[in-house]
């Protein structure tokens, strides 16, 4: 198991930046696919982003496509998510959530659905004001 800590959540204005950190502790990370969920009050939790083990491969919903970029830092067992152009409905609490790669399991892309993850951090909330 890998155990996960979020920071860098807080308030920001529409169009600012936040920079999310979620640092892994426990099994060798670079054996996890990392992903990026958020759930807004009175939705479903949604995924956002993935990268795969070796940062090879990333996947971003449609929503965030073109403003979030996710990265990782293996050496630091530390995942990033960068938020540009922030919009109010980007308002939620953000989650990361880990994967272990099992054998020579492939990268799944826009595939993942949150029950797929196995670990998760405590969440963070991000409020992004208009």
């Known amino acids: 198991q890998v155990w996960?800590?979020?920071s860098g959540g807080g308030l920001v204005q529409a169009g600012g930046s936040l920079r999310l950190s979620c640092a892994?502790?426990?099994r060798t990370f670079s054996n996890y696919a990392v992903g990026?969920?958020?759930?807004?009050p009175g939705k479903e939790r949604e995924v956002v982003g993935v990268i795969s083990w070796s940062a090879i491969g990333?996947?971003?919903?449609?929503?965030?496509?073109?403003?979030?970029t996710i990265d990782r830092?293996?050496?630091?067992?530390?995942?990033?998510?960068?938020m540009n152009s922030l919009r109010?409905?980007?308002t939620a609490v953000y989650?990361?959530?880990?994967?272990?790669?099992?054998?020579?399991?492939?990268?799944?892309?826009?595939?993942y659905v949150p029950t797929d993850f196995g670990s998760w951090g405590?969440?963070?909330?991000?409020?992004?004001s208009s």
Do not use: H
């Open 36 to 40: 990026w969920c958020r759930q807004a």
């Open 95 to 111: 989650y990361c959530a880990a994967r272990l790669r099992r054998g020579m399991e492939p990268f799944r892309g826009g595939n």
């Open 122 to 128: 405590q969440g963070i909330q991000v409020t992004v």
């Open 73 to 82: 830092d293996n050496a630091k067992s530390t995942v990033y998510l960068q």
């Open 58 to 68: 990333t996947y971003y919903a449609d929503s965030v496509k073109g403003r979030f």
């Open 88 to 90: 109010p409905e980007d």
């Open 4 to 6: 996960l800590v979020e």
């Open 24 to 26: 892994a502790s426990g």
